[in-house]
């Protein structure tokens, strides 16, 4: 009996449905085979994101070094602190890899950080909660030195870990501050960090100095670990741009030492000083009072001025060499005429000199020396309103001079009136800056010569060593002839010699020095002058030696605190007979020689036999350093056809062996120089000049031998010859 076919609709429909999916899915697999993409997202992509890891490589910061090469400022290695909070870092894991004991690790961390104990168990206990897989300290937890870091660590606190950072470092603390001034670390979108200048040079070039991040691209499993035959794409960090200046850092040292004192002993309201290469308008050193500690920014006022350029003030009698400058280049000048000192009338205004009741009837070159503001009076009568107008435009008064830096002031000559003329003449209603003043001097110092003051040397690519700006020397139109220029050096040299001279107390011992004292009024906020002798602006501009001018030094001292036995003049002359003296000596111009001794111009020996340049060399009247003992020379300094003077230093350098010379005394330019051409690995410590040295006189070294050079400055070596005299003195006799 056959069974009858029944249609079954429930398997049917259940073989349609199955069916219909399988075929969807078929077809999906299909399409994403072919096209790659899924929901519009195209899957390597997606898998490279789920594997591809990225590590950051920091960039440093560019260094800021001066004319020979010294740090400034520069990044170093520092660390930042994070607390691993989260029990996932300890899973499966022997150790303990997370922090548990909140209230343990804060009170610890309270130790080392600027953060309270309770303020740390705020942070880790709110983070604990949000589920939160780490937390960072903010600035409390960043620019941790290598030392803290080990002494965290020696607490052994479980979830405490530590990062490599960068910290910007100003090795030498107050130095310049207010013209290099500081970068701080700021947080950007991504939650990173980066420095940024703030002020001064770290400000002005902060898009050169801040360099790219490099990274390292890589593939990883889901763990993290790199791929078995995964390759890494490294795109190198760029660091950012290094700045040399003209800057000299032992000079800008007996400087910044000077300010300290005087401003210990007088405690002015300011202090400004700036120390000039008159023949090159090279800046070597600047700084200000008060100033700040840069890696601290302890003592940051709200003055942020650098003082030397973007401020103005009305100079006083300093003033008047330009005033002389004038006459005795339009030949009006006669320095054995006589004039009536005391006071000078002009309309319903009387002009007097500073004793008020003057010398009587003196010469214009006595005026000049007992610094009268009546034998200007009358010099500008000889010399001409309209004419001594145009002079002080061509010693750059009134306009910018274009020194390299931002924010330059001007300053404005008073002439609206007879009286505002007469006044400008000594220094008085007129205002310039210090930058200015210096500027105007390098035409007195340097034969008429007027250059152009500058403080980049240049900037280098530290990642390829390319020199990216060079600055150099500028001239400006000579104001005056180089005649006029001599005469006047003599006039500014006989107020410090003559006995009728205001500038007495700046000769200096073993050299010849020649300048203008200066004391002006400091104008009220609400209109008129303050007045008393600690109320006044004492300031003095000099240079040194007279016969050929190696440094220009101007010093501003506002309202020093002064006894009824000191004078305005003290406070100048200490810091510019400290700081000439010693950077005379550092520059090592011979103090016996120099009143015999006339510039040499330097030959050129390179290609020479070694021993007969050497003999060349010392038959000018030059002390000859040799490197090497045999050939021909391949490199000197000085370069052919600068300037020297009689008995000063020469390196000359052939091939061969090396014997190194006794560097007792030398001062450390001398030693980086000698350096720098025999490539030997000299430690240089210290500063001032050379009191030791690892390895005696006439060892023969090589690029492989370590040297040790030992410095000390003036006053140490004289410390130290004391503590040896009183040593002797109290030892046994005979």
Request: a negative charge; aromatic letters at 8%; hydrophobic letters at 35%.
């Amino acid at each position: 009996m056959n069974k009858k076919f029944r249609f079954q609709w429930g398997a049917f429909l259940m073989f349609l449905l199955y069916g219909g999916l399988f075929f969807l899915l078929l077809s999906r697999f299909v399409f994403i085979q072919y096209t790659g993409t899924a929901e519009g997202q195209e899957l390597t992509t997606k898998a490279e994101n789920k594997y591809s890891r990225e590590q950051i490589l920091q960039a440093s910061r560019g260094k800021i070094v001066d004319r020979n090469g010294e740090v400034i400022a520069q990044d170093t290695l520092s660390y930042k602190m994070i607390a691993v909070i989260s029990p996932k870092a300890s899973r499966n894991s022997g150790i303990q890899r997370h922090v548990s004991d909140t209230a343990m690790t804060a009170k610890v961390l309270s130790n080392y950080i600027n953060m309270s104990e309770e303020e740390i168990k705020i942070l880790l206990d709110k983070n604990v909660e949000a589920k939160k897989y780490q937390v960072e300290f903010g600035k409390a937890g960043r620019d941790i030195s290598n030392q803290l870091m080990e002494d965290i660590k020696s607490n052994k606190l479980p979830g405490i870990i530590f990062i490599e950072d960068l910290k910007r470092l100003y090795p030498n603390g107050q130095f310049a501050s207010h013209l290099i001034g500081f970068a701080l670390k700021e947080e950007k979108e991504d939650g990173t960090f980066k420095a940024v200048g703030k002020m001064g040079l770290e400000y002005i070039y902060d898009e050169e100095l801040t360099g790219t991040p490099g990274k390292v691209e890589f593939q990883s499993d889901t763990k993290g670990f790199l791929l078995p035959n995964a390759e890494k794409m490294v795109t190198e960090a760029q660091d950012g741009l290094n700045i040399q200046l003209t800057l000299d850092k032992t000079i800008q040292n007996f400087l910044e030492d000077a300010l300290n004192q005087v401003q210990e002993k007088y405690e002015p309201e300011k202090l400004t000083a700036v120390v000039a290469d008159p023949k090159t308008g090279e800046i070597l050193a600047m700084s200000q009072r008060p100033t700040f500690e840069p890696n601290t920014r302890e003592g940051l006022s709200t003055n942020w001025l650098n003082e030397v350029t973007e401020q103005t003030i009305e100079p006083g009698s300093t003033f008047k060499i330009f005033t002389l400058a004038s006459a005795i280049e339009e030949g009006v000048w006669a320095p054995n005429a006589t004039f009536k000192s005391g006071s000078y009338t002009v309309y319903d205004t009387t002009i007097r000199d500073h004793n008020v009741v003057g010398w009587g009837n003196i010469s214009y070159l006595e005026g000049f020396q007992r610094s009268s503001n009546v034998s200007m009076a009358y010099l500008l009568h000889q010399i001409g309103e309209k004419t001594f107008n145009e002079y002080i435009k061509l010693f750059g008064f009134g306009q910018k001079t274009g020194i390299d830096l931002p924010h330059e002031a001007t300053g404005i000559i008073a002439d609206s009136g007879p009286v505002e003329r007469i006044t400008t003449t000594y220094g008085q209603g007129t205002t310039v800056t210090p930058i200015q003043m210096v500027q105007g001097m390098t035409a007195i110092a340097n034969e008429g010569k007027m250059m152009q003051p500058y403080i980049i040397d240049k900037i280098v690519n530290p990642n390829t060593n390319e020199v990216v700006q060079n600055h150099k020397p500028i001239e400006k139109k000579s104001p005056i002839s180089a005649e006029t220029a001599q005469r006047v050096k003599e006039i500014l040299a006989s107020t410090v010699t003559s006995e009728k001279g205001t500038a007495q107390k700046f000769k200096l011992n073993g050299y010849t020095s020649a300048g203008k004292t200066g004391t002006a009024q400091i104008p009220k906020p609400g209109g008129g002058y303050y007045w008393g002798k600690n109320d006044f602006l004492y300031s003095f501009i000099g240079m040194a030696p007279v016969e050929d001018p190696q440094l220009i030094v101007y010093i501003m001292v506002h309202r020093p605190k002064l006894e009824l036995t000191e004078f305005g003049s003290d406070t100048t002359s200490d810091i510019f007979n400290t700081v000439t003296e010693r950077s005379l000596k550092y520059l090592n111009i011979e103090p016996e020689n120099l009143e015999l001794a006339n510039p040499i111009e330097m030959p050129k020996v390179i290609g020479g036999n070694l021993i007969e340049s050497q003999s060349k060399l010392e038959a000018l009247g030059l002390k000859t350093i040799v490197i090497g003992n045999s050939g021909n020379v391949n490199e000197q300094y000085p370069e052919a056809s600068s300037s020297a003077i009689s008995n000063s230093t020469v390196f000359i350098k052939g091939q061969g062996d090396i014997q190194l010379p006794n560097f007792k005394g030398w001062s450390k330019r001398n030693v980086m120089i000698y350096k720098s051409l025999s490539n030997l690995p000299i430690e240089i410590v210290g500063e001032g000049f050379v009191t030791e040295q690892s390895l005696t006189g006439d060892s023969i070294v090589t690029a492989d031998t370590p040297i040790v050079v030992k410095l000390s400055t003036p006053d140490e070596v004289t410390n130290m010859e004391t503590e040896e005299e009183i040593i002797t003195t109290d030892l046994p006799q005979d």
